[in-house]
DNA sequence: AATGAATGAGGGTTCATTCAT
DNA sequence: CATGAATGAACCCTCATTCAT
C-alpha cells in the first residue's frame, strides 16, 4: 500500500472483502469488480489504494497475517513439556484458532493453493512471505526434539521429519472439516484429531512393534 | 467423449497435447488455443469431439490414468514380505514410473494443485475422480500391516495413517526434485529419500525412545 | 498480420477503417471499438487478425503504402530533363496522387505526427518504416542535381538541401489546404504551388540579386 | 486563470511543471497527477486554479511565451545590416535562446507536435496560438528583404519564402542536436549550422549556376 | 467430419474530474 | 484556500464457445 492517507474503514472493506473473495476462489478467479462491489466501492479507488491487483494481494495477505499473528499466543507453545503435550496443546490451540479466524486460515489455505498459479512478478514475492508463516511450526517442533533422548540409530532430523508430517496430515484434515463447513465448528468436534495425534505420536516414540518380541 | 465418430489419432494427438499442456501450465492458463496448435488440429475440432474445455479435462485425466494404470505391474506389492521391503520396493517402483512417465504424473500433480481452482460444475466431478488414485497407495499398506502384529494399545489404523503420511511426504520430495529438473534422472539419484523412508519407518516400528529408560 | 486464412473483405474494411480513424484523430484517440464499428465487425476480430493495436497500425501503415506505393508511375521522375521540369512535374503528380488518394495521404501525414508520440515498442519499427518511403523525394532530386554545372564555391549538398526545403514547405501547403478540405479538389487548383516551386527554383538557379550589379 | 485568490509561489510551481511536462511527454502523456506531484501541489489544486487540463495547458503556454518574449531582445533583428548578417545574427541568438531556456523551447516543439492530437475544444484555441509565435521570424526576413534590390522577374514573396523555408530547416536542425542532448551545449558546437545558413542563402543571392555559362 | 473465423463478455488498468472535508 | 479520496467511463486485450462453410 502507498502512503495514502485513506480512509481506514474503505481499505479495512477492501481488505475483509479481498481475503474472503481470494480465499473463495483464488486469485486468478476472484475479479477487483467482485472484491470492489463486496466492499462496497468503486473499482477505481481499489486501484488508487493498492496500484495493481497483485499488489492488493500482498498486501492482503499481510494484513491477515498481521491480524492472525497479533492475536496469537505464543506462550502456548514455549510452556509445554513434553512432546506430545506440546503438539496436542498446539493443535488445539491452532484449532481453536482457525475456529476464530475461518476466513483468514482459508485465505492462508488458498494462498498456498494459488502459489503455483500466480503471475510471475507476484509468485516470487509471495513465495518469499509464505515461507516465514510456515517455518514457525516446524522450528517449535525441532527445538522440543532437540531436548530428548534418541535410541541409538536414530537420526534426530527423522523424527523431526516424522512428527512434522503427522502434524501437517492432521492439519490438512482440519482444513478439511471446516471447508466442509457444517457441524464442526467447536473445538470439542475435533478431539478425534486431538486423539489421533497424541495416538500417532505415542507409536512414534516407542514404535508399533510389540515389545516382548525383541527381548 | 460422445459417440461421434472421430479420428483416433487426431484423438490421442488432442489428449497427449491436453496432458502436456494442462500439466505444464494448470487449467486455467492452457488456453484451447495452444492444445488445438500443440495438438496440430482445429480448434474447433475439440469441442466437436469434446464439447467443451471442461469435458476435454475429465477425458485428458481418464486417458492419462488409463494409460499409467495399465502400465503398472501391481505383483510389486503383494510380493513383499514385511513393511520396510514393501514400501520400499513400491516407492522404488514408483519413482521408476515417474522417470517413465514424467508428462503423465506431472499432469497428475499439477491436477491436484488445479482442484480448488477449477469452475464449480467441473471441480465436482474431478473430486471425486481424483481419491481413486490415491487410494490406491494406502490400500497396498494397510493390507501389508494387517498382518503385522501390534503392540498392546496401538491402533492400526495409527500405523497406516503414519506410514501413509511418510510415503506421501517423501513422494512429494520426489515430485519436487523431478519438477526441477536437472540430474535428477536416474532411480540411483534418488537413493537418499528410500533411506530417508527406510529411517522413519524403523522409528514407527520401534519409536525413538531409548530402550533401557523404559525397562 | 498472421498467417490467417482470413475473410479478405473483412481485413480490407478493417484496414480502411484503421487509416481512416488513425489518419483523423492518431494512434492514441483511435479506439480499437470505433475502428471494429466503423468496419463492421466485432472488436475481437481485430485482434484475431491483428494481434494487437501496435500491430494494427503496422499492417495498416504497410498496406496504405503498399496500395500507393503501386499506383505510382516512378517514370515521372526519371524521365524529367531539368530540374525545374523534374519537381514541378514530380510535385504536380504528387498532388494528384493525393487528390486520388486522400485518406491515405491523411494517414501518412498523421503518422508522421504520431511518430514521437507512439508506445516505444511500437515507435523503434515505425521509425525504420517511415525513412523508406521520405528517402524516394530526396534521392530523385539528388541524382538530378548530381548532373548539374555548379557555380565555383557553391557545395552540392547545400543545393540538394535548399530545393529539398522547398519541395517540404510546399508540400506542407498542399497538405495543409487537403486538410482543409474545401474548394481545393482538382489539379488545377494547386497551380499557384506549382507557380510557387518553379518561381523558387528559378532564385535558386540564378539568384535573386540584379545581374548588373555584380559585374 | 480564474480570479481565484491564489499563491502566486504555488501558481508558478504548476505553471513550471506542467511545462516540464508537458514538454517531455506531450499533452496526452502527462498526467495532471504526475504534474501535481512535480509541483509539490495537490491535484485538486491544479483543478481549482485552472479548471481542466486543457486551460492548464493554454495557461501554461501563455506563461511560457511570456517568459521567452520578455527575455528576447529584439534589436537584434532591426541592427543588422544585410541579409546574410541579419540572418545569421538572428540564428546565434535563436540558439543562444534555446540554450538559455532549453524547457521553454521544448514544450514550444513539443506543443507543435501536439498540435493534431489535442481535443477538440482545445486544438483550435492552440492553433491560433502558435502562430503568433511563429510569425515573428518572417515578419523581421520581410522587413529586411523589402529594402534589397531584386533582379528582374524575381517576385519578394518568393524570396522572403525561400529564406524562411532555410531558416526553418535549419532550425529544425538544431531542435533536433539539443533534444538528442549530447555535447551540443555551447554556442560554438553550433557554427556549422550558421555555416551552412550563409552558404545556402548565398546561393539564394546569387544562383548556384555557374555565371559565365549565361553570359 | 473438420475447419477456423467470428463473437462478446469480462478481465485489469488509467485518469480527468468532482467533492466532502 | 487547499486537499486527495473517490468515481466511472473508457481503454486494450483474452478466450471459451459457436457456426457457416
Redesign the interface.
Known amino acids: 500500500m502507498k502512503n495514502i492517507v485513506s480512509d481506514p474503514q474503505k481499505v479495512a472493506r477492501i481488505l475483509r472483502a479481498a481475503m474472503n473473495i481470494f480465499g473463495e476462489s483464488?486469485y486468478?478467479?476472484s475479479s477487483t469488480n467482485r472484491i470492489a462491489q463486496e466492499a462496497e466501492v468503486s473499482k477505481g479507488l481499489i486501484f488508487h489504494y493498492f496500484g495493481s491487483k497483485s499488489e492488493l494481494y500482498i498486501d492482503t495477505y499481510h494484513d491477515t497475517y498481521t491480524r492472525i499473528y497479533a492475536a496469537m499466543d505464543r506462550r502456548i507453545w514455549t510452556d509445554a513439556e513434553d512432546l506430545v503435550k506440546m503438539v496436542t496443546q498446539a493443535t488445539r490451540y491452532k484449532i481453536s484458532l482457525q475456529l476464530a479466524y475461518p476466513a483468514e486460515f482459508r485465505f492462508f489455505l488458498?494462498a498456498y493453493?494459488?502459489l503455483?498459479?500466480l503471475p510471475e512478478p507476484l509468485r516470487e514475492k509471495m513465495q518469499q512471505e509464505l515461507k516465514q508463516v510456515n517455518v514457525l511450526g516446524e522450528e517449535i517442533i525441532s527445538e522440543t526434539i532437540e531436548k530428548?533422548?534418541?535410541?541409538?540409530?536414530?537420526?534426530r532430523k527423522?523424527?523431526i521429519?516424522?512428527v512434522s508430517?503427522?502434524v501437517?496430515?492432521e492439519t490438512a484434515k482440519v482444513a478439511d472439516l471446516l471447508a466442509a463447513g457444517g457441524k464442526y465448528q467447536r473445538i470439542e468436534d475435533f478431539q478425534p484429531i486431538i486423539d489421533?495425534i497424541r495416538?500417532?505420536l505415542?507409536?512414534?516414540?516407542?514404535?508399533?512393534?510389540?515389545?516382548d518380541?525383541?527381548s
Chains 1, 2, 3, 4 share one sequence.
Open positions: 483464488g486468478a478467479d488458498q493453493r494459488d503455483p498459479h530428548m533422548p534418541l535410541r541409538a540409530g536414530v537420526e527423522n523424527v521429519f516424522l508430517a503427522v501437517a496430515s489421533s495416538a500417532q505415542d507409536i512414534i516414540e516407542h514404535g508399533f512393534a510389540p515389545k518380541v525383541e
